[in-house]
C-alpha cells in the first residue's frame, strides 16, 4: 500500500526540540521531492518546508527558518524534521506530503494522516 | 510571499447544484495551482493541479480553470461526499495555501 506514516509528535515545551519522522512505503521514495505542511485544529493549512529527491535543495517558510532543519534517508524510506526551539505558535498537527515529482515546486499528490505537536508549558 | 485569497469562505449548497469557489494570487503563479479536499479528521487529498488537470481517481465533476493570478474550482453537480473544505495551494514560488473555502449542506 502507498502511504506516509508520521510519528514523533507530543507535548514540548517553550524553547526544547522535537524530531518527526515520517515512514513511506509502497512507492519509489528517492524518486520524489517531500514536504512538511502544519494545520492547526480547526484553522488552515501551513507548507512548513521541503526537500528534493536528494537533499540538494532544501527551503523553508520565514516562521520556521533557522529553528527546523528537513531532512532524508533515502536508504531507510524516511522523511524527518528536526524542529528546535519550539514556540507556542508551532502547536499545530503536522502532515508529510509527497511532491508530483523529484524537485519542488510541485503539488502535493500524497499525505500522511499528521503527527500532533503541541508547544506548552 | 505569494498571497492566496479564496472566496467566498463558506458556501451552503443543495446536492446536485453546481458549485463554483475561486481562489486569486497577490502576483502571477502562471498554471502552478492546485486545489485540495479536506473532510474532517481527514488529510488533504489532490484534486487539481497544473490549474486543470485531476489527479488519479478524482470524478470528472471536478475541473479546475484559470492562468495568472485567478483561479476557479468547478463541481458540477454536487454529491454529499464533496461537503468539505476546499484549498487552492500555488506552487510557482515557495508553496502557500489559500484559507480555504468551507462547502457545506444547505
Known amino acids: 500500500e502507498v502511504q506516509l506514516v508520521e510519528s514523533g509528535g507530543g507535548l514540548v515545551q517553550p524553547g526544547r526540540s522535537l524530531r518527526l519522522s515520517c515512514a513511506a512505503s509502497g512507492f519509489t521514495f528517492e524518486d520524489y521531492a517531500m514536504h512538511w505542511v502544519r494545520q492547526v485544529p480547526g484553522k488552515g493549512l501551513e507548507w512548513v518546508s521541503s526537500i528534493s529527491w536528494n537533499s540538494g535543495s532544501v527551503d523553508y517558510a520565514d516562521s520556521v527558518k533557522g529553528r527546523f532543519t528537513i531532512s532524508r534517508d533515502n536508504a531507510k524510506n524516511s522523511l524527518y524534521l528536526q524542529m528546535n526551539n519550539l514556540r507556542p505558535e508551532d502547536t499545530a498537527l503536522y502532515y508529510c506530503a509527497r511532491a508530483r515529482g523529484a524537485y519542488p515546486p510541485n503539488a502535493f499528490d500524497l499525505w500522511g494522516q499528521g503527527t500532533m505537536v503541541t508547544v506548552s508549558s | 510571499e505569494i498571497v492566496m485569497t479564496q472566496s467566498p469562505a463558506t458556501l451552503s449548497v443543495s446536492p446536485g447544484e453546481r458549485v463554483t469557489l475561486s481562489c486569486r494570487a497577490s502576483q502571477s503563479v502562471s498554471r502552478n495551482l492546485a486545489w485540495y479536499q479536506q473532510k474532517p479528521g481527514q488529510a488533504p487529498r489532490l484534486l487539481i493541479y497544473?490549474?486543470?488537470s485531476r489527479a488519479t481517481g478524482i470524478p470528472a465533476r471536478f475541473s479546475g480553470l484559470g492562468s495568472g493570478t485567478q483561479f476557479t474550482l468547478t463541481i458540477s453537480s454536487l454529491q454529499s461526499e464533496d461537503f468539505a473544505v476546499y484549498y487552492c495551494?500555488?506552487?510557482?514560488?515557495?508553496?502557500?495555501f489559500g484559507q480555504g473555502t468551507k462547502v457545506e449542506i444547505k
Open positions: 495551494q500555488q506552487y510557482y514560488a515557495g508553496p502557500s
Open positions: 497544473g490549474a486543470s
